[in-house]
């Protein structure tokens, strides 16, 4: 039984191609998210890097909504335009704010 065949039009060759596309979303998905890993500003502690369908999610803490902007700036900077989803001041008065950014994949 031949499961592959050697013609360009051939449903072997569909699948190879939609096999390497998924492999390189993969490899892209994990490089854009490793390059997110390496921007660090003091004062920014970022607890989960979330994966979603078109962007990655962006939750953390930091001292106060300057910091924030800067975050944002060193990540427009080396990634791309960050979108800011949410800011939430510490509810027990302490100077910390929670957020949300997210990014736009660069790829589909």
Do not use: H, W
């Amino acid at each position: 039984m031949k499961i592959f065949s050697y013609y360009p039009n051939s449903m072997g060759s569909m699948i190879l191609i939609c096999m390497a596309t998924v492999v390189f979303n993969v490899q892209a998905e994990s490089n854009f998210v490793d390059k997110i890993k390496t921007i660090s500003i003091e004062g920014v502690t970022v607890s989960e890097i979330k994966t979603l369908d078109k962007k990655v999610m962006i939750v953390g803490t930091a001292k106060d909504n300057k910091i924030i902007s800067k975050y944002m700036r060193a990540l427009d900077s080396d990634i791309g335009s960050p979108n800011l989803e949410y800011i939430k001041k510490d509810k027990q008065g302490g100077a910390m704010s929670d957020f949300a950014i997210s990014i736009k994949k660069p790829y589909k």
